[in-house]
């Protein structure tokens, strides 16, 4: 296993559409996260799974935002009715848990969507 | 509520210049974990660091360095003997028991020039 791949890695798309992003994680982890990264700021928490439970959303996650990981492997992030403003990065993480604040995350290389 | 601090946006520094990326922190828990992380301009962040707030002992990892102080609130990164490679957006972050995940700062993008 070579890490955590994000499909696709680039997205444009038009106002109004809706996108999905795919998230593949180091296969033995069970702690699944979405972040979204603006230029020059830092990661924003989006939200996470634990196996396929999703435990916590940020405040950050619209209505139009939702995620999936339906077997507890791979993770769904979907778009709908996209706005110029959800122009970013969006980044997945996974990390084996061993207690709180253990697991260092691993990170994909994101998926950069461009809004028109 | 948790949140990180660096004041620090862009440094810039000559090859074989020690420097130093600052980063403060907030919160109410009394335990919780600081992180940094590197972001090269491939763009994946990778994984430097974590300290738990009980273990203040700074570490020295190669040219790598970090000064935790509670007293300060601070998880200070310094980097020996700069090099190019250096070259990348560094990431403090903070996790409490309160929360699963962490909280990040908005970066300090550290230039080394040849």
């Known amino acids: 296993d070579t890490g955590v791949s994000q499909d696709p890695r680039h997205k444009i798309t038009k106002r109004g559409q809706n996108v999905t992003f795919r998230c593949d994680p180091i296969?033995?982890?069970?702690?699944l996260y979405w972040y979204r990264q603006t230029l020059g700021q830092g990661p924003e928490f989006l939200t996470y799974f634990q196996n396929e439970a999703q435990l916590e959303k940020s405040r950050l996650l619209s209505d139009r935002f939702s995620a999936e990981r339906p077997k507890g492997s791979f993770s769904t992030l979907e778009i709908q009715r996209t706005e110029q403003g959800d122009s970013a990065m969006y980044l997945c993480?996974?990390?084996?848990?061993?207690?709180?604040?253990?697991?260092?995350?691993?990170f994909g290389e994101g998926s950069r969507l461009t809004v028109l | 509520a948790q949140k990180v601090t660096q004041a620090q946006t862009e440094i810039s520094v000559v090859e074989k210049e020690d420097v130093t990326l600052d980063c403060v922190y907030e919160?109410?828990?009394?335990?919780?974990?600081l992180f940094w992380y590197k972001q090269p301009p491939s763009g994946e962040l990778v994984f430097l660091i974590r300290?738990?707030?009980?273990?203040?002992q700074n570490e020295i990892s190669g040219r790598y360095s970090w000064n935790f102080q509670k007293s300060t609130s601070s998880f200070n990164f310094t980097i020996t003997a700069s090099q190019v490679v250096d070259s990348a957006v560094y990431f403090c972050?903070?996790?409490?028991?309160?929360?699963?995940?962490?909280?990040f700062g908005s970066g300090t993008r550290l230039q080394v020039q040849p």
């Open positions: 972050a903070l996790v409490d028991t309160g929360r699963r995940a962490l909280t």
């Open positions: 300290r738990n707030s009980f273990d203040e």
């Open positions: 296969s033995e982890h069970n702690r």
């Open positions: 993480a996974s990390s084996q848990y061993g207690g709180p604040g253990t697991g260092e995350l691993f």
């Open positions: 919160t109410r828990d009394t335990t919780y974990y």
